[in-house]
């Protein structure tokens, strides 16, 4: 069943059409990977699924509902988290309190709240603390909890990025090239949690240059070139799809 369709997308930025009316269906449940070269789209598609762009033209299907319409915040309390190609932590806060933040738009707990039913706001910010608790440990980030967010190397700044995604509870998790400047072991333990996400019913859309990684955890794949879906389909199918080797994998199948 599909969670998530893309229908004639397309952008423009002032005489610049970033996208050109593309289609995209993800189903639930399934890794589902999104390539190109290099201005492609991928970005831009991303930030158009997030609600960080808002579509010139088409729709945006997901669980059914079209939120071409809708912003950012609004798709996150629907169900769609996303991690950024650059790593946008809070790094003089906690790891704790970076992934506190990511239940936000799930919280009830305002200025109001907390002045004038501090006992309901305690109690909430009492389970933030326990979930949050729960995400440290599944990541195994438990040992940085009270470590300020600057002081982790970069691939456990990626987790903690993910960690914080994942503390909105989203049944659709964008992640935008996770394994961008992660060293081999740590692209392996990436891997191991990308395919443990999906173990836990999440559906997954990953944009990734690292293409051993991407080939190998992704069901489907979708190719854009020029801001146009070129290829969809199995990774084997991608792997020798003529016009995705010239156009993206510069005549060498992956």
Do not use: C
Request: glycine share 10%.
């Amino acid at each position: 069943m599909a969670l998530l369709e893309v229908r004639a997308v397309r952008k423009v930025f002032g005489g610049i059409v970033a996208l050109r009316d593309v289609d995209m269906t993800v189903s639930e449940g399934e890794i589902h990977g999104l390539i190109g070269p290099n201005g492609a789209g991928k970005t831009t598609l991303f930030n158009v699924l997030s609600g960080n762009y808002l579509p010139a033209s088409g729709q945006i299907l997901f669980a059914g509902r079209d939120l071409a319409a809708s912003r950012a915040h609004e798709r996150v309390k629907y169900g769609i988290a996303r991690t950024f190609q650059n790593i946008r932590l809070f790094k003089s806060m906690s790891v704790a309190d970076n992934i506190k933040t990511g239940f936000h738009g799930m919280t009830r707990t305002g200025w109001l709240t907390a002045i004038f039913m501090p006992v309901r706001a305690f109690k909430e910010e009492r389970l933030v603390t326990a979930e949050a608790a729960k995400l440290l440990e599944r990541l195994n980030l438990t040992w940085a909890a009270d470590e300020p967010a600057v002081n982790l190397s970069y691939g456990d700044q990626r987790r903690v990025e993910i960690a914080r995604a994942l503390a909105a509870r989203p049944r659709l998790l964008l992640l935008d090239e996770p394994a961008a400047g992660l060293n081999e072991t740590e692209v392996g333990v990436l891997e191991h949690l990308i395919r443990g996400i999906r173990g836990a019913g999440i559906t997954i859309v990953l944009v990734e240059h690292d293409m051993r990684l991407l080939m190998s955890v992704a069901d489907r794949v979708t190719v854009l070139a020029h801001g146009q879906r070129i290829a969809q389909g199995i990774p084997e199918e991608i792997r020798l799809n003529t016009r995705v080797i010239n156009e993206y994998l510069g005549g060498v199948p992956a």
